[in-house]
């Protein structure tokens, strides 16, 4: 089996140049059991499948490829940028389904790596740049994983029948690329080789103790942050200056 196409796709919302996009994509399959060679009585379905192809994502906000003007003094109050083109994404999948019993059993396994380039971003800018940033296709995320899935299908009589359907998914995400970061925003971060949004912070190492201070139960034995006090979550100084500060922080989940 296979299966080529080719989707082409315009869009306002890109400059001159930049409007139309093309994507596209194949798809192999190969029914095992159907094969001569191939003589398992038990199993009734075994396919193999890959595909590859790419989609584009035009969902951006609109007149993001022009300077906005505004109403009340006639000023460039926006940047635009006329070369941001589509997001695309890149995706890989390989698979295997399986059916045995007369399909009374079967599996559904799935492999995928999914990269999306070319993501818009706006870049942060020094003071000098008057009215900020302007949008750029500057970042990749990549995302592979897996999903299987089980399908146990079973009648007992001509009034009751029932179907177990448990599944497995796993996926990890990670920033392949990010022009101008890390973009740190309170307790979240985006940076090259992490998540999306992973946590951002502290350390933690325990709870602070009485004989984490002098006598008096106020003047800290080991770096803390002000105002904390036994009882308090003690953090690690991870820079060794003998203070907890914002050079402490770092990746902490995701």
């Given at each position: 089996?296979?299966?080529?196409?080719?989707?082409?796709?315009?869009?306002?919302?890109?400059?001159?140049?930049?409007?139309?996009?093309?994507?596209?994509?194949?798809?192999?399959?190969?029914?095992?059991?159907?094969?001569?060679?191939?003589?398992?009585?038990?199993?009734?379905?075994?396919?193999?499948?890959?595909?590859?192809?790419?989609?584009?994502?035009?969902?951006?906000?609109?007149?993001?490829?022009?300077?906005?003007?505004?109403?009340?003094?006639?000023?460039?109050?926006?940047?635009?940028?006329?070369?941001?083109?589509?997001?695309?994404?890149?995706?890989?999948?390989?698979?295997?389904?399986?059916?045995?019993?007369?399909?009374?059993?079967?599996?559904?396994?799935?492999?995928?790596?999914?990269?999306?380039?070319?993501?818009?971003?706006?870049?942060?800018?020094?003071?000098?740049?008057?009215?900020?940033?302007?949008?750029?296709?500057?970042?990749?995320?990549?995302?592979?994983?897996?999903?299987?899935?089980?399908?146990?299908?079973?009648?007992?009589?001509?009034?009751?029948?029932?179907?177990?359907?448990?599944?497995?998914?796993?996926?990890?995400?990670?920033?392949?690329?990010?022009?101008?970061?890390?973009?740190?925003?309170?307790?979240?971060?985006?940076?090259?080789?992490?998540?999306?949004?992973?946590?951002?912070?502290?350390?933690?190492?325990?709870?602070?103790?009485?004989?984490?201070?002098?006598?008096?139960?106020?003047?800290?034995?080991?770096?803390?942050?002000?105002?904390?006090?036994?009882?308090?979550?003690?953090?690690?100084?991870?820079?060794?200056?003998?203070?907890?500060?914002?050079?402490?922080?770092?990746?902490?989940?995701d």
């Amino acid at each position: 089996l296979a299966e080529m196409s080719l989707r082409a796709d315009g869009s306002s919302k890109f400059g001159k140049g930049n409007k139309f996009g093309y994507f596209p994509s194949i798809a192999l399959g190969w029914n095992v059991h159907n094969e001569n060679f191939f003589n398992v009585s038990a199993i009734n379905n075994l396919k193999l499948r890959a595909s590859y192809g790419l989609l584009g994502n035009e969902n951006i906000g609109l007149y993001r490829y022009q300077n906005l003007i505004n109403t009340s003094n006639g000023v460039e109050s926006v940047w635009g940028n006329p070369d941001i083109s589509w997001e695309k994404v890149h995706i890989l999948d390989l698979g295997l389904d399986v059916g045995v019993f007369d399909n009374k059993l079967s599996l559904t396994f799935d492999y995928y790596d999914k990269i999306t380039k070319d993501v818009i971003l706006q870049p942060t800018v020094a003071p000098s740049g008057a009215i900020g940033s302007a949008p750029l296709n500057a970042g990749e995320v990549r995302n592979r994983g897996l999903e299987v899935s089980f399908n146990y299908n079973d009648r007992l009589n001509e009034n009751f029948s029932f179907s177990i359907r448990p599944g497995i998914t796993y996926n990890k995400n990670e920033i392949t690329r990010l022009t101008g970061g890390p973009y740190i925003s309170g307790i979240s971060i985006n940076e090259v080789g992490h998540s999306i949004q992973s946590q951002y912070g502290y350390v933690a190492n325990g709870i602070l103790q009485y004989s984490d201070f002098a006598d008096d139960k106020l003047t800290p034995l080991v770096p803390t942050l002000s105002g904390q006090g036994p009882g308090d979550i003690k953090y690690v100084d991870l820079n060794g200056d003998g203070a907890i500060n914002e050079d402490d922080e770092q990746v902490i989940g995701d």
